[in-house]
């Protein structure tokens, strides 16, 4: 089985940081994809960022030169730095993980609150 544990989320002021983690164990092969979502009150979950297993990264035009996602694949774990927050990011935020166990299945984390305010 394959368990992801997140950290990181809590509250934070506009323009401030933070540092969402999330780390992957159990029994598989290999990692593909790794990406970070959100969904905030009354929205659907939306893709934030994701980067591959060959490192390339996508962004969510609403987060672009902000947030940096970031991955250590020796760890499994992926990272997403948050930076210049704004009170529209709030939201749960939600990793997901593409695991060969063989087959490809995804895997989601708990959640985390992010919440902007001052």
């Known amino acids: 089985q394959v368990r992801l544990v997140e950290s990181g989320g809590g509250l934070v002021q506009p323009g401030g940081s933070l540092r969402l983690s999330c780390a992957a164990s159990?029994?598989?092969?290999?990692?593909?994809?790794m990406g970070w979502y959100r969904q905030a009150p009354g929205l659907q979950r939306e893709l934030v960022a994701s980067?591959?297993?060959?490192?390339?990264?996508y962004y969510a035009d609403s987060v672009k030169g902000r947030f940096t996602i970031s991955r250590d694949s020796a760890k499994n774990t992926v990272y997403l730095q948050m930076d210049s927050l704004k009170p529209e990011d709030t939201a749960v935020y939600y990793c997901?993980?593409?695991?060969?166990?063989?087959?490809?299945?995804?895997?989601w984390g708990q959640g985390l609150q992010v919440t902007v305010s001052s």
């Open positions: 997901k993980v593409d695991v060969r166990l063989p087959g490809t299945r995804e895997f």
């Open positions: 159990g029994t598989f092969f290999g990692i593909n994809a």
């Open positions: 980067v591959t297993r060959f490192g390339n990264t």
